[in-house]
């Protein structure tokens, strides 16, 4: 089965350093969340999405569970 973990933050209010901090901090999560839940063969992919109208930004990794 393939499956899917996201997550998101709310960086509409922020620029800069500030902004490039709080995406980070979600790669840092996810990167935990692989090592700590999955093995490098089950990540499938892995995709960052900023969005300019609603300001967020998500980084979501496609994995196959088992």
Do not use: C, P
């Amino acid at each position: 089965m393939i499956v899917h973990k996201t997550f998101t933050e709310q960086t509409a209010s922020l620029a800069g350093k500030k902004a490039l901090a709080k995406r980070e901090k979600l790669r840092n999560k996810a990167e935990e969340f692989i090592n700590n839940e999955l093995t490098e063969k089950d990540v499938i992919s892995i995709a960052e999405t900023a969005t300019t109208m609603g300001g967020l930004f998500s980084v979501t990794i496609w994995y196959k569970k088992r």
